[in-house]
């Protein structure tokens, strides 16, 4: 589904673009264009953000978590 008519940005783009880090609608349109032109998504892309974001299932936030759990683990394995 397009987001962004004006520049042809799929929501597939967006998610990832959210997914790699870009959490305000600015980042979005950084990474993706989306929102550049007439900027009628950027409302859309706003709430995508907010709800990646509520969701907590990101795949950034997912590395975090794993992040922490391979450190729990290192402190674990050195005492
Ligand atoms: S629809 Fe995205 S900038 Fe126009």
Known sequence: M???VC???NDKAIK???EAGATTVDAVTQRTCAG???GSCR???ASMIEAEL???CSRRHLAV???DLRA???QQSAA
């Open 65 to 67: 978590v794993d992040d």
């Open 2 to 4: 397009y987001v962004c």
């Open 72 to 74: 729990d683990e290192d």
């Open 43 to 45: 409302p859309e892309i």
């Open 36 to 38: 550049s032109e007439c």
């Open 16 to 18: 990832a673009a959210i």
């Open 7 to 9: 520049l042809g940005v």
């Open 54 to 56: 509520a969701s907590g």
